[in-house]
């Protein structure tokens, strides 16, 4: 199975500053098809996860764009900009590149 | 609105079998594949499995921890995929949640419905 390690699992922002959650794969990501399966996903507090980032850089529709990913391979980073209020929640970097799916442990992201 | 509602949740005796549902509405749903996922009690997400849709076979994966004992279906007719789950163990209690999946893009969510296996 590929393990996925999230650093850092918590992250205390000062509203305005950004923030940088790190995903790191126990191999490459990169399916036969070329594509990258890497998502991103917010989970806000008693919500269902949300999907945030796809295939490793693609902002999902409604999505603001201070939320940017990025990485290659086996190493990915999820930036937020300006950390806003209503961002604070856990969030999950998740590979569908290989059978089974599996998701870093989450990043608990919350206001100093 | 686009949207998917699980139902079927509850609390069950461990070995004993329950079915939840995912209602899609808003979309078509014959045009995704579905996966369930799930979170038990202050934990992180895990995936359970996954059907792909009538176009790609509609195949079906598992997690390990619930091959043999759990089966996905879906009835793109009704607009209702389905997460049949026997032999249950305690170690299945959590909120579980169905969500579809396109090119990548796992979207959208739904609320979930939370299973509690205990005697």
């Known amino acids: 199975d590929i393990v996925m390690t999230q650093t850092p699992l918590s992250s205390p922002v000062t509203p305005g500053q950004p923030a940088s959650i790190s995903c790191r794969s126990s191999?490459?990501?990169?399916?036969?098809?070329?594509?990258?399966?890497l998502s991103w996903l917010q989970q806000r507090p008693g919500l269902p996860p949300r999907l945030l980032i796809y295939?490793?850089?693609n902002r999902f529709s409604g999505v603001p764009d201070r939320f940017s990913g990025s990485g290659a391979g086996t190493d990915f980073t999820l930036k937020i900009s300006r950390v806003e209020a209503e961002d604070v929640g856990v969030y999950y970097c998740?590979?569908?590149?290989?059978?089974?799916?599996?998701f870093g442990q989450g990043t608990k992201v919350e206001i100093k | 609105e686009v949207q998917l509602v699980e139902s079927g949740g509850g609390l069950v005796q461990p070995g004993r079998s329950l079915r939840l549902s995912c209602t899609a509405s808003?979309?078509?749903?014959?045009?995704?594949?579905m996966s369930w996922f799930r979170q038990a009690p202050g934990k992180g997400l895990e995936w359970v499995g996954f059907?792909?849709?009538?176009?790609?076979?509609?195949?079906?994966e598992y997690a390990a921890s619930v091959k043999g004992r759990f089966t996905i279906s879906r009835d793109d007719s009704k607009s209702i995929a389905y997460l049949q789950m026997n032999s249950l163990k305690s170690e299945d209690t959590a909120m579980y949640y169905c969500?579809?999946?396109?090119?990548?893009?796992?979207?959208?969510w739904g609320q979930g419905t939370l299973v509690t296996v205990s005697s």
């Open positions: 969500t579809g999946y396109h090119s990548g893009r796992f979207d959208p």
């Open positions: 808003g979309f078509t749903l014959g045009d995704y594949a």
């Open positions: 059907v792909r849709n009538k176009a790609y076979g509609g195949t079906t």
């Open positions: 191999q490459s990501l990169v399916h036969s098809d070329g594509n990258t399966y």
């Open positions: 295939k490793i850089s």
């Open positions: 998740m590979q569908a590149t290989q059978f089974p799916w599996t």
